[in-house]
């Protein structure tokens, strides 16, 4: 029933046009297996108490399976017949074609062509169908019943195959009588072909007689009805060939065209020539003398006149040809006597008032209207006047290219604009390359310069200079727009941030108009970015010049907000004016200035404030914590950066001594392994090795074997912290042991070699010569002392965070000796070797040593004496040291000012200053500041 499995299956399957027999015998045996399983079953069932006739349902079910089987047997059936009717149409095609008398050679060939498709291949194809077709047949005639139409298109279908034997063999008779029609009619064809051949030849051979000049334009047709009709023989001799091919007959050449299509080639060649002379001397002669162009005629002229000689070269002097090109040759060299004269009256670069002057010249109006011809022009004898006539027709050719060149020099500024590109996301959109431009403008300018001084240029005076102004306008304009954008660009983000404006009002105000008037040029040019529109805005020059010399003001008063900055609190002298910027510009809230700590001080990256943003902590890179002695109140300065940083510096100092001296007075009451886990790593390195001198100091006093006893202890004392280490400890804890690890090992060691050489007094060199550490002083304010060989240096107490120190090696030792010897001195070091070496670490670990800030500048070619003169005020106001690595690469003009820059400010430590001049700036001298230099060989 509908909306069964088996009846979507079968008329699924019937819907499909390419199922194969034995699909449909699958699905008849199964309709059938399922008619008789339903036949099988029984008609009664009972079921208890209950007595169910099925025989109605079992003959419906009956009569549905059989409808199928009947609806798949009728689709069997239908496709079969259409696939005979299908056969027996082609074979109808077949029949029809091969028995239509072809009427000419074209139908002949087609038909032949047909044939021989029929007898390899198609007959073979529909031979196969009539096999499939009759295996179908043969299975219906078993399952199913055919009408009486249906057996009779089987039995035509069937047979076809013999029916078609006939109609072949009466097909090749009737081509066979087609084909002596055929030949006959080839034959005739290739007579007639012959005679229109030689007829061609025949009027070739009459243009040898043709010499009339007047008659060129009938020739030159002639010579191309010639062609054409040779042209149409060409085509006949390929239906010749095909012809001759079907009736197996060899192809017929007839060499004769081609040689003849050659020979006309000259002829059209020569006749076009003359042609072609003939019309342009006529246009010269004749035509609109305002059209014509003297160079450009003389150009012409001698074009003709060599393919003319080179055309007569190919002809004996006995031919029409030759005589013809002879004609041609005398008519041009009759023209080229006027030639002279043609150059100079038609000339397009002549005026009013050039025809004016030579109308004088002449005595009569010779000026051209609409009416002259050249002709006319020839005919008033200006012979006798060609010098003064070439004179004034000289002149309006300069003049006129001066005009061409100003054309051009306009139609090139035409298409040029400015490049524009957005300014981060304020919509703002700035000049980008302009390189162009500017390449463009400077040939111009110089163009035109030469222009000027051209004495052909009167006439046009007031242009040029109209257009040079232009022009030095526009590069004025470019180089002022370029500078004022520039400082725009620098200015704009430092002028944005409100704490600037506040801190700097006269300049934020000078600012705000600079950046209305900028903005207000670029909007003008986006609207129109034409470089010649955009640059004759009212007023544009004036402005730009006016915007710079405001910018100009800005800048002197930025630098000298910045040098103000940087006298107040010295360390700002080693930043750039961004990086001072940006923090001058966190007024309102302090701890946005963290991020910038570390450009300061070298071991605080962050600091802890409080809910009244007071600072209490600073915290290094390796978040190590330090608790201020005080706490600084950043609302204090009111804004003030550099006043709480000023602060902070000289807190930081002493909150580093107050732990040293906890640290001092802890060490020895608890156990040194516990010890080390409470305290800051720097604490820990300061305190341990001072606590190492004094031991030693003690031992040394005591004998050699007090010496060995103490080197037992340190070894002891490494011995735990290496224990430390291997266990699980807090990364602080770990780093500040790496570092105790590497002092105590060289501690160790040099205990050793003292016990080795039985040191045992105090004053020994080889006890003097190592850096050691005092804790000295009244209580309570005892300070640490660094001393080495004859020099104390005073302990700086800088925070340095918790950072790694260098394993000490002999060479560092005579490194540490001969620099901090220079710095008791008050001098300067410098480390000299190889790159890598560890010049510049050294330099900074021996700082690390005595707690003071270091600061290394990478020198470089492009250093200048201002530039380092900056630098000069921090390190003698900060009392840091320098490292100036690769110092040799510095220009040698330079380095001479530089050194009296160092002499200066060595001059002032020694004497002991507290305020110094340094280059017009009168500077408090911190003693302790130092230079040092590395530099490499090669450079």
Request: proline residues 3%; negative net charge; aromatic residues 8%.
């Amino acid at each position: 029933t509908p909306g069964g499995a088996t009846f979507d299956a079968v008329h699924t399957f019937c819907v499909d046009d390419t199922p194969s027999l034995a699909e449909y015998k699958k699905h008849v045996r199964a309709l059938q297996a399922s008619a008789d399983e339903i036949r099988a079953l029984e008609t009664i069932q009972i079921f208890g108490p209950i007595y169910l006739n099925c025989q109605p349902l079992i003959a419906a079910l009956e009569t549905c399976a059989l409808q199928l089987l009947t609806h798949v047997l009728q689709h069997l059936t239908a496709r079969h017949t259409a696939t005979n009717t299908r056969i027996c149409r082609a074979f109808e095609t077949i029949r029809r074609r091969a028995l239509k008398e072809p009427e000419d050679s074209h139908e002949m060939i087609e038909l032949v062509e047909y044939m021989e498709q029929v007898k390899s291949k198609d007959l073979f194809v529909l031979k196969d169908n009539i096999k499939d077709s009759q295996q179908t047949m043969q299975y219906i005639l078993d399952v199913h019943e055919f009408t009486a139409d249906e057996m009779a298109l089987n039995a035509e279908t069937m047979g076809w195959p013999v029916e078609i034997l006939p109609v072949i063999d009466d097909s090749e008779l009737m081509m066979e009588r087609a084909k002596s029609r055929g030949e006959e009619l080839l034959m005739s064809k290739r007579e007639v072909l012959i005679a229109d051949i030689e007829k061609c030849r025949k009027r070739l051979a009459g243009f040898d007689e043709c010499s009339d000049m007047n008659a060129i334009d009938t020739y030159l047709k002639e010579v191309g009805s010639i062609e054409r009709a040779l042209a149409s023989l060409s085509s006949q001799v390929l239906q010749i060939n095909k012809e001759e091919a079907l009736f197996k007959w060899d192809a017929t050449s007839y060499p004769d065209i081609k040689d003849l299509l050659k020979d006309c080639a000259p002829f059209r060649h020569l006749y076009e020539h003359v042609l072609s002379w003939q019309k342009l001397s006529a246009k010269w002669f004749e035509g609109p003398f305002t059209n014509l162009d003297g160079d450009r005629i003389s150009e012409q002229v001698d074009e003709y006149w060599r393919e003319t000689y080179k055309t007569a070269k190919q002809y004996s002097a006995a031919t029409m040809m030759y005589k013809i090109c002879d004609h041609v040759k005398k008519d041009i060299a009759a023209f080229k006597e006027h030639l002279p004269l043609v150059r100079i009256l038609c000339n397009p670069g002549l005026r009013d008032r050039h025809w004016s002057a030579m109308s004088a010249q002449v005595g009569e109006d010779i000026a051209p209207n609409s009416s002259t011809t050249l002709r006319k022009m020839l005919a008033m004898d200006l012979a006798p006047h060609m010098d003064a006539l070439e004179a004034t027709s000289g002149g309006a050719s300069k003049e006129f290219s001066l005009e061409k060149a100003m054309d051009k020099m306009e139609a090139e500024w035409s298409p040029m604009e400015f490049a524009a590109a957005a300014y981060r996301d304020t919509g703002l959109k700035i000049l980008s390359s302009v390189d162009e431009i500017q390449a463009q403008l400077d040939d111009h300018i110089v163009k035109t310069q030469t222009m000027r001084g051209s004495p052909f240029i009167k006439p046009f005076a007031d242009r040029i200079k109209a257009w040079e102004h232009a022009l030095v306008q526009m590069q004025d304009i470019i180089d002022g727009w370029l500078k004022m954008q520039a400082t725009w660009l620098y200015l704009e983000p430092i002028f944005s941030s409100p704490d600037i404006m506040a801190q700097m009002p006269t300049e934020g105000q000078l600012f705000v108009g600079v950046d209305g008037s900028f903005k207000s040029i670029m909007q003008y040019m986006a609207q129109d970015p034409n470089c010649l529109t955009t640059c004759q805005m009212p007023g544009m020059l004036a402005t730009i010049v006016q915007e710079n010399e405001n910018l100009e003001l800005i800048i002197k008063g930025l630098n000298e907000y910045l040098e103000k900055k940087r006298l107040y609190f010295a360390r700002f002298f080693f930043l750039s004016n961004d990086e001072m910027l940006e923090i001058l510009s966190e007024t309102k809230d302090p701890t946005r200035v963290q991020p910038h700590l570390k450009k300061c001080f070298e071991g605080i990256a962050k600091l802890k404030f409080t809910k009244e943003l007071d600072i209490t902590h600073m915290i290094s890179s390796e978040k190590e914590t330090i608790e201020l002695s005080e706490s600084i109140s950043t609302s204090a300065a009111r804004g003030k950066v550099e006043e709480w940083l000023l602060t902070l510096e000289g807190v930081m100092k002493i909150s580093v001594r107050q732990a040293v001296s906890d640290g001092f007075d802890e060490y020895g009451t608890i156990p040194r392994v516990e010890w080390i886990k409470k305290q800051p790593g720097q604490v820990a390195l300061c305190v341990g090795q001072t606590f190492w001198t004094t031991g030693m100091h003690k031992a040394i006093r005591a004998g050699v074997a007090a010496v060995g006893e103490f080197l037992e202890q340190q070894r002891s004392d490494l011995s735990d912290i290496v224990a430390l280490v291997r266990g699980r400890v807090d990364k602080l804890v770990r780093k500040t042991c790496e570092a105790m690890i590497t002092l105590d090992v060289h501690s160790r060691d040099t205990t050793l070699e003292l016990f080795e050489k039985k040191v045992a007094r105090e004053n020994d060199f080889n006890w003097l010569a190592q850096l050691r550490y005092y804790w000295e002083g009244p209580d309570g304010n005892q300070q640490m002392l660094a001393r080495m060989i004859n020099c104390t240096c005073k302990y700086a107490y800088e925070y340095l965070g918790n950072s790694f120190r260098l394993v000490v090696t002999p060479l560092t030792d005579r490194c540490y000796r001969t620099l901090i010897g220079a710095y008791y001195l008050h001098l300067g070091g410098a480390p000299e070797g190889p790159a890598g070496t560890g010049k510049t670490e050294t330099t900074k670990d021996l700082a690390k040593a005595i707690g003071i800030q270091c600061v290394v500048f990478n020198c470089s070619d492009g250093l200048d004496y201002i530039a380092m003169g900056k630098f000069f005020k921090g390190l003698a106001q900060s009392g840091a040291w320098s490292c100036f690595d690769e110092f040799n690469r510095i220009e040698i003009e330079v380095l001479s000012v530089i050194a009296q820059q160092l002499l200066t400010i060595q001059r002032a430590v020694k004497a002991d200053a507290k305020k110094f001049m340094f280059e017009g700036t009168l500077l408090d001298l911190n003693p302790t500041c130092c230079s040092f230099i590395t530099m490499n060989p090669g450079y």
